[in-house]
């Protein structure tokens, strides 16, 4: 399978370290120099933004999936191609993971790990044969990695959760996951 149509899950927000914006863009150039189309949630804020913006300077496609709450917040981005209007949170997840063949989740929030655990959980029951990559910044996946342990540890997860959550604990990684 063939993984041009890259999702990205991330952070929003303009208040965090400096350091995990470098690694967005970082990515958003390699996405561009390898003709990669960037499915992402169409914010104009955070990392999301740093990912679209060194994205589109480098050649790709953006596809942006933004919800009405979004657009009433005049937080849309100007640099979309291709806009997905969604309802709510659960219609944007749907149509990201619908038109991407691959998701990355660099760091964020609760929202990053609200769309991590729907295509996780979608790919365990069958829906689909998607995976999400975690761009382990800074070790900022770490504990949840551990998590991910105890569950198959403890029996709580039927299948190994590796199955659908890779981890990547360097660019070089996550570059050679999407390459292949």
Known sequence: MTMDKIGIFCSA??????FYKEKA????KWLGQHHKRVVYGGSDSGLMDAVARAAKEN???L???VPT???EAGRVSDLLDVDFHAVNLSDRKDLMLQEADVMVALPGGIGTLDEIFHVAASASIGYHGKKVILY?????????????DKLEELHFAHRPIRNYILAADTFEEL??????
């Open 136 to 148: 382990n910044i800074g070790g900022f996946w770490n504990d949840m990695l551990r998590f991910f």
């Open 25 to 28: 863009e970082e990515l958003g």
């Open 175 to 180: 570059a050679a996951m999407l390459d292949e």
């Open 63 to 65: 596809m942006g999936v």
């Open 69 to 71: 709450k979004l657009e």
């Open 13 to 18: 927000s303009d208040r965090i370290p400096s």
């Open 59 to 61: 050649g790709s496609m």
